[in-house]
């Protein structure tokens, strides 16, 4: 049985039991949620504890007395000694099995008892590596193992799917697990969708699950091979999708239209924006993905034709200390 005891007052985020898993996912994937604390249900509402003074999803920051477990904590930087205690990170990625951490050039001296610490503490990690920075075309993650399984082949469970991967062949981000449910939920039934920069085709997957048929491309052969075992994975039919080892540009569409295309290449996606505007439908959409200045000098509308309008732009995840992932939702020959 675990204790519970009433403590100091914390930051909670406020909002409707409709959207209680999406803010959860949206807080876990960013590193908002405070895990030491439990959430309080009340009436129609959820309020999620949270580690930060203010988030970027709709709801109500309130401080109230925080409710904690008192036998253990998830914060696994408590088993490390003070020293190192306040210098690891607190938060990291996970890929299925497998934790990903950044590892500041002051601390690498303790790299190994801080993975250690990671591994006591989260039953469910085999695999602590670090993560080197995302390179080349692939947008491949250079990684190095620090402790735990020798593998970089996991299953990652998102949004009630599962995708399987080598991740240090190709490129997952579970931080974009908020952004494939919100598009997810926009599709309608029959919908032809196009996600030019597939991956092992999470977007992809996501929208077929809702009825959609999707044309996948990547350049990276790689991709192909786990996308395939993915779409399987994940229950779909052969019929409901395609997937091809190309790079978008080259890609012979010949008379293909699309009711929605998913460009998630955000370190070189305009260049290929005029291409995918031919493509898309009357009525249709384009999420695109792009990093830009979180000053907000980007403008999209100075790269869309006539009839294009952007819906929607949403700050995804900071990117660097002054530029951060955003989606623009963008419509065509809206009525
Ligand atoms: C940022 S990743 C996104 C992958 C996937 N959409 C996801 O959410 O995990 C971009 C992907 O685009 C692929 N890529 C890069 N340039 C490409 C191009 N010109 N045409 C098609 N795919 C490309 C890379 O191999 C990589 O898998």
């Known amino acids: 049985m675990q204790n519970l005891t009433r403590i100091h007052l914390i930051n909670y985020l406020k909002v409707s039991n409709d959207r209680a898993e999406e803010a959860k996912l949206y807080l876990k994937n960013e590193g908002y949620l405070n895990e030491d604390f439990l959430p309080i249900k009340e009436d129609n509402s959820i309020f999620w504890p949270l580690n ?26 408590l088993s490390l000694d003070k020293n190192i205690r306040d210098l690891a ?81 190709v490129y997952f981000s579970p931080r974009l697990a908020t952004e494939r449910h919100r598009v997810s939920l926009l599709v309608r039934k ?72 998913v460009m998630n290449n955000p370190t070189n996606s305009i260049p290929h924006l005029k291409k995918a505007m031919d493509l898309v439908l009357d009525g249709g959409s384009i999420h695109l993905y792009h990093i830009a200045s979180k000053d907000n000098s980007f403008d999209i509308s100075d790269y869309l034709d006539f009839g294009f309008k952007c819906t929607l732009k949403r700050e995804v995840h900071a990117y660097s200390p002054s530029s951060s992932l955003f989606v623009f939702d963008i419509g065509k020959n809206l009525h």
Not at 52 to 62: A, H, L, M, N, Y
Request: glycine share 6%; charged share 30%.
């Open 190 to 261: 029959g919908e032809y969708v196009l996600d030019a920069f597939a991956g092992v085709a999470p977007f992809s997957i996501s929208l077929a699950k809702r009825g959609c048929k999707l044309l996948s491309l990547d350049s990276n052969p790689e991709a192909r091979k786990w996308a395939v075992e993915n779409f399987k994975k994940n229950g779909l039919k052969s019929n409901q999708y395609t997937f091809y080892t190309s790079k978008f540009e080259d890609y012979d569409f010949d008379k293909k239209k699309f009711d929605r295309i």
């Open 89 to 169: 990170p607190r938060s990291f990625d996970i890929f299925g099995e497998i934790a990903i951490i950044r590892i500041a050039d002051d601390i690498q001296v303790h790299e190994k008892e801080i993975a250690d610490a990671l591994l006591l503490s989260h039953k469910n990690i085999k695999t602590v590596c670090v993560d080197m920075g995302v390179h080349g075309d692939f947008r491949i993650r250079e990684l190095r193992i620090i402790s735990g399984e020798d593998t970089f082949v996991s299953l990652h469970k998102e949004n009630g799917m599962n995708f399987k991967a080598d991740i240090s062949k």
């Open 52 to 77: 930060q003074d203010s988030v970027s999803f709709e709801g109500t920051i309130v401080k109230r007395a925080g409710l904690s477990y008192t036998k253990t904590s998830r914060d696994y930087r």
